[in-house]
């Protein structure tokens, strides 16, 4: 169908970005889906509307070739949910500099670098979204802990926000997302919510941002959050 929208999501193998998939498609989107390596989760989807395409954020060369591959395409949304946290019970002097290095890398740089080269494939009044979360809010930091973490997400919400302003004039939206505290392999089993109720409710709230611009930065529900 000409009209439906169309949605790329980079880091979906498993977890929220695999969940994700599986929401959009349920909702009438067309989906392009970037995994690592082959992902068993991805592979089951049996659906006309998905494409699956291989790509590593932290390589550059990786990205160029995706971007080529998919030159036809434009999209209603890119959503860059890749992301790591290695070490991330360690207190930060206790992370080898190479670790340390490679968490922001993974999850501030290369998010700001793969949407600078996708976005021209982004769709008049789309929509960036990068996948955040509340640990990056320096604001609501009273507990500590998930030191560089923490960090890397800052970084990636202040980069975020300096992206939007270099092309305020594009007219596009930029999300920074909260999921929740998600039972997956990084948030464990203890968390409070499942992958469909945080999938869910991100889609919602990316549905509703359609069309609109500025940098907000928001949970699963809707509520913005403290920067």
Same mark, same amino acid.
């Given at each position: ?30 989906? $392009?889906? $970037?995994?690592?390596?082959?992902? !068993? ?33 434009? +999209? ?34 290369? !998010? ?11 769709? !008049? ?18 507990? *500590? *802990?998930?030191?560089? +973490? ?28 909260? !999921? ?43 509520? $913005?959050?403290?920067?």
């Amino acid at each position: 169908m000409a009209d439906r929208k169309n949605a790329l999501i980079v880091g979906a193998s498993r977890g929220l970005g695999l969940g994700l998939v599986e929401t959009f498609l349920q909702r009438g989107w067309r989906v $392009t889906a $970037t995994q690592r390596s082959a992902s !068993p989760g991805l592979a089951a989807l049996k659906s006309e509307a998905l494409r699956v395409e291989t790509a590593d954020i932290d390589d550059d060369g990786a990205v160029a070739a995706l971007r080529e591959t998919l030159s036809g395409e434009r +999209y209603d949304l890119i959503f860059v949910v890749a992301g790591v946290a290695t070490q991330a019970h360690d207190p930060l002097h206790a992370v080898p500099r190479d670790v340390a290095a490679q968490v922001y890398l993974t999850n501030a740089v290369s !998010p700001i670098r793969f949407a600078e080269a996708f976005l021209d494939r982004l769709a !008049p009044k789309g929509l960036v979204a990068f996948m955040s979360s509340i640990l990056g809010s320096v604001g609501l930091n009273e507990a *500590g *802990g998930w030191e560089n +973490y923490r960090a890397s997400k800052a970084a990636l919400n202040t980069l975020a926000r300096s992206f939007e302003i270099r092309h305020r004039d594009a007219g596009f939206g930029v999300l920074l997302l909260h !999921p929740g505290w998600v039972r997956t392999e990084m948030g464990g089993a203890d968390a409070d919510i499942d992958v469909a109720t945080s999938v869910t409710g991100l889609t919602d709230v990316i549905e509703g941002r359609l069309g609109r611009t500025g940098c907000v930065y928001l949970d699963y529900t809707g509520k $913005t959050l403290d920067w």
